[in-house]
Structures are given as structure tokens and as C-alpha cells.
């Protein structure tokens, strides 16, 4: 997916991994979103790329991942929701690793504005164990 992304340009992969770029200005020091009426160019190409980024993420998802998905503003969230939904524990990981990597995952999908209840993320803690912790 990496390879394709950065063949059609590679500032489509960049938008997935860092997140997009909104529109800013600076006005007496202080960064604020700019206006829609103020964007130039630059600033509508980063938006489509964006667009694009997520259009492609959304035509390689099968039609499960894509109903949780298709609510999903940017291609980074799209990404982020991806690996929440995949997240499963590996056979050479401790409790305390895994738990590490699910935080990570949840807590970037926080930052941009999708969350999930306590009680969502103790099932998708559980359903990630490996069978070897059914007894435990």
C-alpha cells in the first residue's frame, strides 16, 4: 500500500502518516484556520490530496472495513481506525507491550476527534488475547 500510494505522489502517503495540513494565517502572532475564501492554491491542493488519499484508502477496504470507515474525516483516521479494527496481541508480546501499542493506537484516534467508550475498548482488549489467555 505504501508503494502504491507514493507512485500516484508521494505526499499522499506523507498526508496519511502525519495527518492533513489544514489552511492557516498568522494574524498579531497568534495561528488561526483560514477562512475558506483565503485559500489559495497551495492550500486547495493539500485539501484535495487529502480527498485523494482518502479515496484510495476507501476503494481498497472491503465492505466491512468500509462501513466503519466511511465516517472517518481524514486519510490518517482512516489509517488509525484500520490498525484499531486489525489490532490483535503477537506471540512474542507481553501484556504490557501490547497494551502500550493499543493505547498508542487509541490515543491518536482521540487527538483527531474519534473515540470509543470504556466498555468498547476492555471487548476489543479481549477479543485481541491470544487463545492462550482464555484460562487466565
Known sequence: MTIFLQSLDYQLWH??????????RI?????????ENEYNDNDF????????AKHV?????????????SSCDT????????????????NDECISDMFTRFTTIINSLKNLG????????????LRCLPKS???K
Open 15 to 24: 498526508i496519511i502518516v502525519n495527518g492533513p495540513r489544514m489552511p492557516t
Open 27 to 35: 494574524i498579531e502572532g497568534v495561528v488561526s484556520p483560514k477562512p
Open 45 to 52: 491542493r493539500m485539501l484535495q490530496l487529502n480527498s485523494k
Open 57 to 69: 484508502l476507501f476503494c481498497a477496504m472491503g465492505p466491512n472495513e468500509f462501513n466503519r470507515i
Open 75 to 90: 486519510a490518517k483516521q482512516i489509517m488509525l481506525v484500520h490498525e484499531y479494527e486489525l489490532f490483535m496481541m503477537h
Open 114 to 125: 474519534k473515540s470509543y467508550s470504556n466498555q468498547e475498548l476492555v471487548r476489543k482488549i
Open 133 to 135: 489467555w482464555t484460562p
